[in-house]
């Protein structure tokens, strides 16, 4: 039992020190990003956004040094008055376009994207911007994160906004995302490789030229992807583009879900699909981060130094991911092992919600159509 908890205390600190190097290697925005001349048009899908689709707008006619900006507001089947807020915002730049029912094969978020992404004329140069109505931009935020599309010369960026969190349960679980990338994902090779399994992104705030969007076939491509924002950047990548998640906390933050109903729904209705949809290897990697995470502090309540050793690492792990997000550090990394378990329970309610086929989101079943997503794991 001894050399096991050593073992697995070996990889909780192999993991810590590769998220201190993924700390070091993280792209990151220019702290005074020189104004843009590439035409900029942002999609925001919306479903029942009536409550945070004026905010968002107005934080994105707040940009600065964008001078080309346009803004497609797409209604996806709302009704609580969403597309009212939209046209109570009089500023030319704004769009307001009502989406069809997705057709067959399509789920909502990509359908409403494409839709937005076809409502207006290509330019020259384009930078297409994909923002959720939850996501509040920052003055600077579109500019610098043009300006590292650029830079960097990546065809795709994923900006992850600091995720805020209020409550235990968004405290425990929010910050698990930007912790899983930063930790096992190795990010300069990740950025290059076209392994399906080396791709992290986050849809909330999503970057990508309009030539490599085009070129990867658009979300027409993802259509019937839960998790279209990582399946966009493989599709990128497949046709030969390059990208990846990059620092996003000083760009944009996001209060993804509200107490614990909204965290157990919203992770619930994508977490099956977040290892290639297959349930066995959703719950053998939900195995593999309990033993690595969980054995050995419990390990340590009994007296194992080795335990002791593995506990502390997962944490130093968890402040650095915290440090490369912008997301809460102290004291909530120290509960990191209670983070991991609830991860445990979200996982195998989506497994079992998506075996029984009782998986909503927003009204409609979350049913992606099986001879894409394997294309996608492909």
Known sequence: MSRLVRGLAALATAGAAHAAVNTVLLRRPPADPPPTSRPVTVVVPVRDEARQVGACLTALLDQRGVDRLRVVVVDDGSTDGTGDVVRAVHDHRVRLVTAPPPPEGWLGKPHACAVGAAATDRRDGEVLVFVDA????????????????????????????????AGAAERLVQPLAPWLWTTTLPLRLAE??????????????LVVSREAYERAGGHAAVRGEVLEDIALLRAVKRAGGRGGPVDGSRL?????????????????????????????????????????????????????RAGLVGYLAGVAGRLLSARASGSRAWPDALAHPVSVLLLDVLMVGSVRGRRRGTLHWR????????????TMER
């Open 252 to 304: 944009a933050a996001c209060r993804m879900y509200e107490g614990w109903p909204q965290v157990r729904a919203g992770y619930g209705k994508s977490l099956w699909a977040s290892v290639g949809g297959r349930p066995a290897a959703g719950l053998a990697a939900a195995a593999a981060l309990t033993a690595v995470y969980v054995v050995p502090p419990v390990a340590a309540l009994g007296g194992s």
């Open 363 to 374: 009204g409609r079943p979350v049913a992606p159509a099986p001879a894409l997503s394997a």
């Open 134 to 165: 939850d996501v509040r931009l920052f003055p600077d935020a579109i500019a610098a994160a043009v300006a590292l599309l650029g830079d960097s010369g990546l065809d795709l960026v994923s900006p992850w906004p600091r995720p805020l969190a």
């Open 192 to 205: 290059r490789s076209p392994r399906p399994s080396l791709a992290a992104a986050n849809g909330q705030f």
